[in-house]
């Protein structure tokens, strides 16, 4: 049996906010294997998710602590939909299988609980979305700056 209690929830976000990422997990699944990958990831703001889509699998995103802005995209790179999950938002919000998306962090301390269909598979490069730049890249900052504003209909133009 596993659990996740308050003092779990401050460890995984002290090690997100030591991370050079910002970001740090804890698998609830017992190896890369299971048929379900059920993870809690901290968050921290600033973090960088670059848009991508997973395409042999939906996925189920629930805040357990914090805020998130979860922003959805078509193939071209043009917002449309943002949804907002924690306070004020959704308490679960589950995306089909190929669909492009980025989260980012409001709040410092947020950790949002992901559950996928498995085995866990490396992300091919062809779901990473080519509009957007790989991190640690030079445009990182500009589409940090694009997705705390983004809404439907906007696009990303890389400076």
């Known amino acids: 049996m596993q659990s996740l209690t308050g003092f779990d929830l401050e460890a995984l976000s002290s090690r997100a906010a030591a991370s050079p990422r910002l970001r740090a997990n804890q698998n609830f699944h017992p190896d890369l294997t299971a048929a379900v990958q059920r993870l809690a990831i901290a968050m921290e703001p600033g973090t960088y998710v670059r848009p991508h889509r997973h395409t042999a699998t939906w996925e189920l995103l629930c805040p357990l602590r914090g805020s998130f802005d979860l922003i959805l995209f078509d193939e071209q790179g043009v917002v449309s939909a943002r949804h907002r999950l924690g306070s004020d938002g959704a308490a679960v919000f589950e995306m089909p299988a190929a669909t ?15 559950v996928k269909e498995g085995p866990y598979q490396p992300m091919p490069q062809g779901d990473f979305a080519a509009w957007s730049p790989a991190e640690g890249d030079d445009g990182v900052a500009a589409m940090m700056d694009f997705l705390a504003v983004a809404g439907p209909g906007m696009q990303f133009a890389a400076p």
């Open 100 to 114: 492009w998306h980025s989260v980012i962090s409001l709040d410092a301390g947020g950790v949002i609980f992901e």
